[in-house]
């Protein structure tokens, strides 16, 4: 009996380990994600709105800053003719109003890093988007990213899709109608 039930259990093991296991072919890439965001074009355009918002609401603030540059140096033409008490005053009111322009050109700053941070994080989440598709159309098991949070240590250049996603992201983006609203996916 326990011949019987060696021999079956003998057999069995034969057979399975006759079996040819499937082996599915793996298709991975990767994209330079430093490379992918310069060149695209949409990410471009929001770098140049953003530069030239920057340079709109700088120019203003620097008028200020010039004005102020003027009155600290009447102040200082003016402060032995119109005596101490005047110049104490009056170099208060410079201290505080130094201080204002300090105060909003940080503003300045935080409110539009706020505003591009916003449109940069939809950006980015409709690329991830849009390479997750290509994948799926194109038959990618994996596609890895480098350049700036990189994931891979090396990669045969031969597995680089970077220009072509590039390229369909560019068509994708050209073929979308422009607006100056924030997109959709941003309140998603």
Request: aromatic content about 8%; some cysteine; hydrophobic content about 35%.
């Amino acid at each position: 009996m326990k011949k019987a039930l060696v021999i079956i259990a003998l057999s069995i093991l034969v057979v399975s380990c006759n079996k040819a296991t499937e082996v599915k072919e793996v298709k991975t890439a990767y994209v330079d994600t430093s490379v992918l965001m310069n060149e695209y074009n949409e990410s471009k355009d929001l770098e140049a709105k953003y530069k030239a918002q920057a340079e709109e609401k700088g120019r203003q603030l620097q008028a200020e800053i010039t004005r102020f540059k003027q009155d600290a140096a009447n102040f200082q033409s003016q402060a032995q003719a119109n005596g101490q008490a005047w110049a104490q005053q009056r170099g208060a009111e410079l201290q505080k109003r130094e201080q204002q322009l300090g105060y909003a050109q940080q503003a300045l700053s935080q409110q539009l890093q706020q505003e591009i941070g916003v449109e940069r994080d939809s950006l980015i989440s409709g690329v991830k988007k849009f390479i997750k598709d290509y994948g799926k159309k194109n038959g990618y098991s994996y596609i890895y990213g480098t350049g700036d949070a990189a994931t891979i240590l090396y990669a045969e250049e031969k597995f680089d899709i970077t220009k072509d996603l590039i390229k369909a992201l560019n068509e994708k983006y050209k073929a979308t109608p422009k607006t100056d609203a924030p997109k959709e996916e941003a309140k998603k």
